[in-house]
């Protein structure tokens, strides 16, 4: 291919292309001329002259990703290898090699190899969407660090065995005793025992320890931990009390950089977070790899070890919840805004069903999805759904008696309800709403678990189906 053929507009092939696409976009050609971008009507502002291209897409790569933009862009003078993580590291490397791979296709475009753009494109939408979490958080931290000097993992280690031993421990009981049952008391006691897995980055030494038992004017009573000397705000290892919340672990001048955070609902309910934090809107709140543990008003327990967003389950993670009968259900897979979506596997070990496949917010795509348990064979969801409907109409009405209705038995799609509320992180109850009781009729699911299955869902050997979710999917997100 000589340089004119790949300078040719992919509309009429005649004269040499002006005009690119700003981004993918399968109904438009991604190089034009000046005399076919004249005739468009529609969409005219999806492209842009090719002289402006290079600098419109850098634009846009910097507002997506601005961090992970100005790293790329040039040396920095930290070295992020001391600070993150096996993981994070690999991903800062794939984000340096995919933005100087865009920059050289960049000028390859520019230049008239036009057959380079689609791959582009992709390259840039694929750099914009990323999901840098961890990496962020790590990232955020270490430019923001002047108190590197502070580290040090063995004195931390020391003043952790003097300060947080017998009496740390014995202070928690005293201050969650007023607030919750014994048995809770004890199981996050244990948690906050067992949490020692502290960053090696984070592992800052304050210069002055704040005892809440100490009766001295200067002392801030509810706050056990350390303090730095100047403005006698926290930074290091301590724990804070705050109304029915409770953080124990890593501070810097006030702000909560990782650690559990207790969240108390009432004396027999908590939830429990741990990882790093990010403080938005004045609130403290999880993001990116993390682990959450529950009781409920039901005393189900929950567990959660996966990504987070804003204290929302967002990305690839495994939810597991114990009811009081003890039998383990688990889901594995995707998750937005703290439903299921996406690709993942369900686990109902009360139904003995294993669903796998596509989730739309919370149900299982039928088309799209493998259904198997105890004398099932695995086959698809869908024509199980339809065979036992059948089976349902067979045993339930006499044949000679039976004139369906035109769209009896049907699978008919739901729409997402308008007022759709997301799931409550301070209630915690399972994602989903599986209706096994005959009294509670569909309109009554709790308010804070997403509208995602409606009617009952009984999965049983013997008997049929009856009226399996009422639906085939949702078809709009909320």
């Not at 999806?46 to 291209?53: A, P």
């Not at 580290?151 to 009496?167: G, P, T």
């Not at 309109?443 to 509208?451: A, D, G, I, S």
Request: with cysteine.
């Amino acid at each position: 291919m000589n340089q004119d053929d790949r300078n040719q507009c992919f509309y009429c092939i005649n004269k040499s292309f002006e005009y690119f696409v700003k981004k993918v976009n399968r109904e438009l050609k991604s190089a034009i001329c000046s005399n076919c971008y004249d005739k468009v009507t529609n969409m005219k502002d999806e492209y842009i002259k090719r002289e402006k291209f290079r600098d419109y897409q850098n634009e846009q790569l910097k507002k997506a990703q601005p961090i992970i933009y100005e790293i790329c862009k040039k040396d920095n003078d930290i070295d992020y290898d001391q600070i993150l993580k096996k993981e994070s590291s690999y991903q800062l490397k794939n984000c340096k090699e995919k933005f100087n791979e865009i920059q050289k296709i960049l000028i390859e475009v520019e230049q008239g190899i036009s057959e380079s753009i689609s791959r582009l494109l992709f390259l840039v939408q694929e750099f914009q969407e990323g999901q840098y979490n961890d990496l962020l958080i790590t990232i955020t931290l270490g430019k923001s660090m002047n108190f590197l000097e502070k580290l040090d993992a063995d004195k931390f280690r020391i003043e952790q065995d003097k300060y947080f031993e017998q009496e740390f421990f014995n202070y928690c009981r005293k201050l969650l005793s007023s607030s919750v049952q014994n048995g809770i008391t004890t199981e996050i006691v244990e948690k906050i025992k067992n949490c020692i897995d502290f960053p090696n980055f984070l592992k800052i030494i304050g210069d002055k320890f704040n005892n809440p038992e100490n009766k001295n004017k200067d002392v801030k009573q509810n706050y056990y931990g350390f303090l730095d000397n100047k403005q006698l705000k926290k930074t290091g290892l301590g724990c804070w009390n705050q109304k029915n919340l409770l953080y124990y672990g890593i501070f810097y001048q006030d702000d909560f950089l990782w650690g559990i955070k207790v969240i108390l609902d009432s004396n027999t309910q908590f939830s429990l977070y741990k990882g790093f934090f990010s403080k938005i809107n004045e609130e403290f709140l999880i993001n990116g790899i993390g682990e959450m543990f529950s009781f409920d008003e039901n005393q189900t327990q929950h567990e959660y070890i996966g990504k987070f967003y804003n204290e929302k389950r967002q990305g690839e993670g495994t939810y597991i919840w114990k009811p009081n009968d003890h039998k383990e259900n688990k889901y594995t897979g995707t998750w937005q805004n703290n439903v299921f979506h996406g690709q993942g596997s369900l686990h109902l070990s009360d139904q003995n069903i294993i669903i796998q496949g596509s989730f739309n917010y919370g149900v299982p795509i039928f088309e799209n999805c493998q259904i198997t348990g105890k004398n099932i064979p695995q086959q698809d969801f869908l024509n199980y759904v339809k065979q036992s409907q059948k089976q349902t109409e067979e045993n339930l009405i006499p044949k000679q008696q039976f004139v369906p209705p035109n769209n009896f038995g049907t699978l008919q799609p739901q729409k997402q309800s308008a007022n759709f509320q997301p799931f409550n992180q301070n209630s915690l109850a399972p994602p989903f709403a599986f209706q096994q009781q005959q009294s509670k009729q569909p309109n009554q699911v709790n308010n804070q678990t997403p509208p995602q299955i409606q009617g009952k869902f009984q999965f049983q050997n013997q008997s049929p189906i009856q009226s399996p979710f009422n639906q085939l999917r949702l078809n709009s997100k909320p």
